[in-house]
């Protein structure tokens, strides 16, 4: 990345007592990113090839000044996915003691390619159709999905760390090993996003045809191609880095669209009846909201103090269906051996319980509130 002016540099010094963070690549994510920091406290230091978007990001408020921050305790990388490596490992070189994480929606090329204990790949699931910084929201994250994709080499501090000052932006974190992310966000983000743009390529055609197609354009087309409004620059990276996760999911679609013409050739109103309600079924559960703390409870976990503990832990509570709404770890004044505290939903502690045991864990676990 190729550092701004340096004259933006002394715009904002930076206060002794603010904890610091860098952001590279000051787009809409980036820029997010750099506003609900800043709203929370930290100094910002923001990185971009662009001098003039730097400038426009201070004024602003998503950065407090341009430039490499070499004390930075966290550095977001924010860069398109094909340029993420250099970026991240550039990233790691400025603030040798800070710890680092990336935004892409691709992981497992990046995670190996970036072999420092330093990195822990993340990816919010969140963005809007605006452009740019100028369409940064400091509330972004808020609820949103912010996955993080250790690894078994992962130091449990540092997943800690990054863990906390994501959580601390609102989101709901879940962990996942880098090539299951992949292969989810196929599913999920990187599929819808090729077929909305497909079934709006459709539309725009028959428009030609018929000019009343969009004009009649209703509330379920606009829902289901939302997303194709979004910045098509970004795309063909994330479709060459997770080209065979896709094309996957593609065949399974075309199969699904295909059994879902000859439902409708062959007049089969059982079987699109069946399929209808299995989506509705499916939709409905999508899970929402996060439970009071008197619905909460902390699992307590004693580990041997070492890398991949953590990893291995909340990686398994994602397999469990489990999701952890914060956590802790209490490392031991002597010996190799710690404790770590997760907040689950009380109603899935048991299952957590359960699933640590077989694993060979002595958990044990208590209602967070009376």
Known sequence: ??????????????????????????????????????????????????????????????????????????????????????????????????????????????????????????????????????????????????????????????????????SSLGAEIVTLPPDRHDSIVAIVSHVPHLTAAALMGIASARSEEHAAVLRLAAGGFRDMTRVAAGHPGIWPDICAENATAIDGVLDDLVVALTAVRGEVAAGDRAGLLRRLETARAARISLPTGAPRPSELAEVRVPVLDQQGELAAITLLATDLDVNIYDLEIAHSAEGDRGVVLLIVEAAMAERLTGGLMAKGYRPSSAPLAP
């Open 1 to 166: 990345m190729v550092a701004p002016d340096p004259a933006l540099d002394e715009r904002a010094p930076i206060p002794g007592s603010a904890r610091r963070a860098t952001v590279v690549g000051i787009g809409l994510i980036g820029g997010s990113i750099g506003m609900a920091l800043r709203a929370r406290g930290w100094h910002v230091s923001g990185v971009d090839r662009d001098a003039e978007r730097v400038a426009t990001a201070i004024s602003l408020g998503a950065v407090d000044r341009g430039g490499w921050d070499p004390e930075a305790e966290v550095t977001f990388v924010a860069t398109p996915v094909g340029h993420l490596a250099d970026a991240v490992s550039e990233a790691l070189a400025a603030a040798p003691g800070g710890l680092v994480t990336d935004v892409g929606s691709v992981k497992a090329p990046l995670v190996t390619a970036v072999a420092d204990d330093r990195f822990v790949g993340g990816h919010p699931m969140a963005g809007s159709e605006q452009e740019g910084v100028e369409g940064a929201d400091p509330e972004m994250f808020v609820d949103a999905t912010w996955v993080l994709t250790p690894t078994a080499s992962t130091d449990g501090d540092v997943l800690a760390r990054v863990r906390s000052v994501v």
